[in-house]
């Protein structure tokens, strides 16, 4: 005879943590970045064929106030470096970003002046897809991490802010 027994049916008990990131990991809205090739792998996970509205994506949202979610694909030159930063503090918190492919996470086969040498150097990055290019596989898995992720997150211990202040 426990505690169950005595709450009538109608009733749930849970904490404001699980609900909040129930919600938030159910609802993300991603706002994409297609640079390169790996923008074709990408734009494929959003097809009918893997469905990512069962994870609470429908469409990517066409502008950063929007989003929540950033899945940069591809290489990121250093004039897009500028753009890419502001359109991540356009994004409202909680933000989360996901670097997708080698030339994202590290600049890939391309090691020159023009070519940011990891996106992480200007925005931080929550999740890393290997690869060139990735298989829509990949990012769906990274999605699934990212939930896993945002599942341990705490209202009481915000997000660390990274970079710049204003």
């Known amino acids: 005879m426990g505690l169950e027994e005595k709450i009538p049916d109608s009733i749930i008990l849970t904490t404001l943590d699980k609900v909040v990131n129930w919600s938030r990991k159910r609802s993300m809205w991603p706002f994409s970045f297609g640079l390169a090739c790996c923008a074709i792998e990408m734009m494929s996970t959003f097809m009918a064929k893997y469905d990512m509205s069962r994870y609470g994506m429908e469409v990517f949202r066409p502008s950063p106030r929007q989003a929540d979610l950033m899945i940069i694909a591809g290489r990121v030159s250093m004039k897009m470096a500028p753009v890419i930063r502001t359109l991540y503090e356009q994004m409202p918190n909680p933000k989360w970003v996901i670097a997708m492919g ?65």
């Open 102 to 166: 080698a030339c994202a996470s590290c600049g890939g086969v391309f090691n020159n002046y023009a070519v940011l040498q990891g996106v992480d150097r200007i925005i931080p990055v929550d999740i890393y897809i290997p690869g060139c290019p990735p298989r829509p596989e990949q990012l769906i898995h990274a999605i699934l991490e990212l939930h896993k992720k945002v599942e341990k997150e705490s209202l009481k211990q915000p997000r660390e802010h990274w970079g710049r202040t204003a």
